[in-house]
């Protein structure tokens, strides 16, 4: 019994192992061979059922090596057929996501000139989206942003309409000069459509130092369009109003604009209209901590929705959070 106990619970699972088992066992100078060499010494009496006892064993140590030997030799010719030249099973990879590939890229084109990457919560108080921007209490330039609001114990938040609160943040806890950009998902209250969507992506600079001037402004404006739109790229600068800038402007882009995927062709009047930007309106400057009569700055926001509309043609806001792959699929050619 031990033996047999021994023999089964020997690893055998090369056909070496086997060999070795064979010799041991079964071979002429085996285990087998030396017990029936020992049956002589065995009592007369007993010697018909020690002979049994020993032809047993040795039947099933030969089937458990025949068994072995047929298992092992099967699983060689498997191994056999293999044809290690024949071409692999694709994985299937995924893609990059547009609005990935063009906030990598809009970050690319700000660090290659100093901008640092800033991110803050999307869950914001009032202070930081609206009070430290210049936004008075209950002034009409709050219902620009269609806001969520939401309940947070006892405070009343909001979903941020902007990544300007993270300005705000960066602000408040830095001193000038202060370059950097903050990249994030914001929040509005509209109804969805084509053209409008409740949530949507922005990225926004702001460049805080001495003697920082509105043509800072423009030529940073036009070197980024530029590096997104080509060589070509030509901007233009319309008035416009936002709470937290004077002067403010509305910033739009050549239709010149050419890509590896054509050109883009606008309609009517040969612009589009790509960002918002201004001079940091003094008060936002006081309100974090900054003082107006040593520093000025600039700032701009921009959708990343509108960008990456703009650079591949896509027509429906909706495809950007559908996840269908027949729209996602298209970009996996991109970097
Ligand atoms: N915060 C503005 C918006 O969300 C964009 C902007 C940023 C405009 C900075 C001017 C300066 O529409």
Same mark, same amino acid.
């Given at each position: 019994?031990?033996?047999?106990?021994?023999? %089964?619970?020997?690893? $055998?699972?090369?056909? %070496?192992?086997?060999? =070795?088992?064979?010799?041991?066992?079964?071979?002429?100078?085996?285990?087998?061979?030396?017990?029936?060499?020992?049956?002589?010494?065995?009592?007369?009496?007993?010697?018909?059922?020690? /002979?049994?006892?020993?032809? !047993?064993?040795?039947? %099933?140590?030969?089937?458990?090596?025949?068994?072995?030997?047929?298992?092992?030799?099967?699983?060689?010719?498997?191994?056999?057929?293999?044809?290690?030249?024949?071409? /692999?099973?694709?994985?299937?990879? &995924?893609?990059?996501?547009?609005?990935?590939?063009?906030?990598?890229?809009?970050?690319?084109?700000?660090?290659?000139?100093?901008? =640092?990457?800033?991110? /803050?919560?999307? $869950?914001?108080?009032?202070?930081?989206?609206?009070?430290?921007?210049?936004?008075?209490?209950?002034?009409?330039?709050?219902?620009? %942003?269609?806001?969520?609001?939401?309940?947070? &114990?006892?405070?009343?938040?909001?979903?941020?309409?902007? =990544?300007?609160? +993270?300005? +705000?943040?960066?602000?408040?806890?830095?001193?000038?000069?202060?370059?950097?950009?903050?990249?994030?998902?914001?929040?509005?209250?509209?109804?969805?459509?084509?053209?409008?969507?409740?949530?949507?992506?922005?990225?926004?600079?702001? *460049?805080?130092?001495?003697?920082?001037?509105?043509?800072?402004?423009?030529? !940073?404006?036009?070197?980024?369009?530029?590096?997104?739109?080509?060589?070509?790229?030509?901007?233009?600068?319309?008035?416009?109003?936002?709470?937290?800038?004077?002067?403010?402007?509305?910033?739009?882009?050549?239709?010149?604009?050419?890509?590896?995927?054509?050109?883009? +062709?606008?309609?009517?009047?040969?612009?589009?209209? $790509?960002? &918002?930007?201004?001079?940091?309106?003094?008060?936002?400057?006081?309100?974090? /901590?900054?003082?107006?009569?040593? *520093?000025?700055?600039?700032?701009?926001?921009? &959708?990343?929705?509108? $960008?990456?509309?703009?650079?591949?043609?896509?027509?429906?806001?909706?495809? *950007?959070?559908?996840?269908?792959?027949?729209?996602?699929?298209?970009?996996?050619?991109?970097?």
């Amino acid at each position: 019994d031990t033996l047999w106990r021994e023999i %089964q619970s020997g690893n $055998i699972s090369t056909l %070496q192992e086997l060999e =070795t088992f064979r010799i041991k066992y079964l071979g002429s100078k085996g285990v087998v061979k030396e017990l029936f060499g020992e049956l002589k010494n065995v009592p007369n009496d007993q010697k018909k059922d020690v /002979g049994q006892l020993l032809n !047993t064993f040795r039947t %099933q140590a030969e089937a458990f090596y025949e068994e072995c030997k047929e298992r092992l030799s099967a699983a060689s010719a498997v191994h056999s057929k293999l044809d290690y030249s024949r071409p /692999g099973n694709a994985e299937p990879v &995924g893609s990059r996501h547009p609005l990935s590939l063009v906030r990598s890229e809009i970050i690319g084109i700000f660090s290659r000139i100093g901008y =640092t990457v800033s991110e /803050g919560p999307e $869950i914001e108080d009032d202070w930081h989206n609206f009070s430290a921007l210049n936004f008075p209490p209950e002034h009409p330039a709050r219902d620009m %942003q269609d806001t969520f609001f939401v309940e947070k &114990g006892e405070q009343e938040m909001a979903l941020r309409t902007h =990544t300007s609160s +993270v300005q +705000v943040r960066v602000m408040e806890s830095s001193t000038p000069p202060i370059r950097t950009i903050s990249p994030g998902r914001v929040y509005r209250n509209e109804a969805i459509s084509a053209r409008a969507h409740c949530f949507f992506h922005q990225v926004e600079g702001l *460049y805080i130092d001495k003697n920082v001037s509105f043509a800072d402004l423009k030529q !940073t404006l036009l070197y980024f369009a530029k590096e997104l739109f080509g060589e070509n790229a030509v901007i233009r600068m319309r008035p416009s109003y936002f709470p937290f800038t004077e002067p403010s402007a509305e910033v739009d882009v050549s239709c010149t604009i050419c890509n590896s995927k054509g050109c883009n +062709v606008c309609k009517y009047t040969g612009w589009l209209e $790509i960002l &918002g930007c201004g001079m940091v309106d003094p008060n936002v400057l006081e309100a974090s /901590g900054i003082d107006s009569t040593v *520093y000025s700055g600039f700032a701009f926001g921009m &959708g990343i929705e509108r $960008i990456s509309q703009l650079k591949y043609k896509v027509n429906d806001l909706r495809l *950007y959070s559908e996840n269908d792959v027949r729209f996602l699929r298209q970009f996996t050619s991109e970097f």
